[in-house]
């Protein structure tokens, strides 16, 4: 199963990967949601774990939420689990 970490902290990205590494492979890493339908076209991803937060001093969770729309149009069968720190 091919897992997708999308994050702006780079420390972040690399905790996940070291801690779902056993679980999962390939993982992709991405430090924002561009390109985020680049990612998904091949039709191999079947998991996505989006930060919510990716402009600096908002913490609405607006860009998380418009990555989950990318993501549910680009492929409705990915599941996503939406995160924060």
Do not use: Q
Request: with cysteine; aromatic share 2%; net charge negative.
């Amino acid at each position: 199963m091919k897992v997708l970490i999308i994050d702006d902290d780079a420390d972040v990205l690399r905790a996940a990967r070291i801690a779902l590494a056993e679980e999962f492979a390939p993982i992709a890493l991405a430090g924002s949601t561009d390109g985020l339908e680049r990612h998904l076209g091949a039709g191999d991803c079947e998991l996505v774990l989006l930060d919510m937060n990716f402009v600096t001093g908002d913490r609405s969770g607006s860009s998380g939420l418009d990555g989950l729309a990318r993501v549910r149009s680009s492929d409705p069968a990915v599941s996503v689990i939406l995160m924060t720190a």
